[in-house]
T-cell receptor, first 115, second 112 residues
Framework: NAGVTQTPKFQVLKTGQSMTLQCAQD?????MSWYRQDPGMGLRLIHY???????DQGEVPNGYNVSRSTTEDFPLRLLSAAPSQTSVYFC??????????????FGPGTRLTVL | SQQGEEDPQALSIQEGENATMNCSYK?????LQWYRQNSGRGLVHLIL?????REKHSGRLRVTLDTSKKSSSLLITASRAADTASYFC????????????FGSGTQLTVLP
């Protein structure tokens, strides 16, 4: 199994540009999520999905869109990039056991710089 | 806002010593998890402890949970240089299915 894969690994954007960060998992996990990690901080939840066709907002959703058309894929879209979105983005997935008693599997991350 | 806060923010020890990291959180939880992040990499799950458990072991890792104090500790025994990483606690709040809320992490450096 490849686990959770993310592309690209690195990206530089200019303010106002749009782009999509790709995330895929091959473990048949129902739950997928996107986090951002800023220097010296933990991860903050952007959006998450509990299954195909179902998405919801996390702690910091502004400026980001998501969709989940398949179980495997969960892309994150930046509609109009801003310097405040410079960060490292992680995608994660997990099974949906009751009570949230499940580990999340993380991708390697995408390092995004917005100039 | 971040649910968990780790203490200390940074810890430097010699190989073979034990390392202890603490985590405090604010609201009641379903479970608490610890993750490791090597520099420039994604997070790796280490251990999960449920709210009705007080202690759990996995290899050289020992995790305790005190729900009355809303705190947890991670002990790494006989540390190795390869244990050098950032360690994060993450909580699943009660009533939340599975959204993890992360602390800001402890940077552990194990000197050879």
């Amino acid at each position: 199994n490849a686990g959770v894969t993310q592309t690209p690994k690195f990206q530089v954007l200019k303010t106002g540009q749009s782009m999509t960060l790709q995330c895929a998992q091959d473990m048949n996990h129902e739950y997928m999520s996107w986090y951002r990690q800023d220097p010296g901080m933990g991860l903050r939840l952007i959006h998450y999905s509990v299954g195909a066709g179902i998405t919801d907002q996390g702690e910091v959703p502004n400026g980001y869109n998501v969709s989940r058309s398949t179980t495997e894929d969960f892309p994150l879209r930046l509609l109009s990039a801003a310097p405040s979105q410079t960060s490292v983005y992680f995608c994660a997935s997990s099974y949906m056991r009751s009570g949230g008693n499940n580990e999340q599997f993380f991708g390697p991350g995408t390092r995004l710089t917005v100039l | 806002s971040q649910q968990g806060e780790e203490d200390p923010q940074a810890l430097s020890i010699q190989e073979g010593e034990n390392a202890t990291m603490n985590c405090s959180y604010k609201t009641s939880i379903n479970n608490l998890q610890w993750y490791r992040q090597n520099s420039g990499r994604g997070l790796v799950h280490l251990i999960l402890i449920r709210s009705n458990e007080r202690e759990k072991h996995s290899g050289r890792l020992r995790v305790t949970l005190d729900t009355s104090k809303k705190s947890s500790s991670l002990l790494i025994t006989a540390s190795r240089a390869a244990d050098t990483a950032s360690y994060f606690c993450a909580t699943v709040p009660s009533g939340s299915a599975r959204q993890l809320t992360f602390g800001s992490g402890t940077q552990l450096t194990v000197l050879p």
